[in-house]
């Protein structure tokens, strides 16, 4: 679960990466990004604590 969240996480940052280089934006998605990103991350390793806990 919590591998086929990164590598969804991975493909979506990449792909914005891409978005950006191609539109000269990279920097405001970056900025808009980054929290999301963090707060993401955040929740997910709350999920995967939360899954041991329970086995």
């Known amino acids: 679960m919590s ?4 590598l969804s996480g991975i493909f ?6 891409f978005m950006g280089n191609t539109m000269g934006i990279k ?3 970056l900025e808009a990004i980054l929290p ?4 993401v991350l ?6 995967v604590k939360s899954g041991r806990d329970s086995r």
């Open 3 to 6: 591998m086929k969240l990164m």
């Open 12 to 17: 979506v940052f990449l792909l914005i990466d």
């Open 27 to 29: 920097l405001y998605l």
């Open 36 to 39: 999301l990103l963090g707060i």
């Open 42 to 47: 955040f929740v997910s390793g709350l999920f």
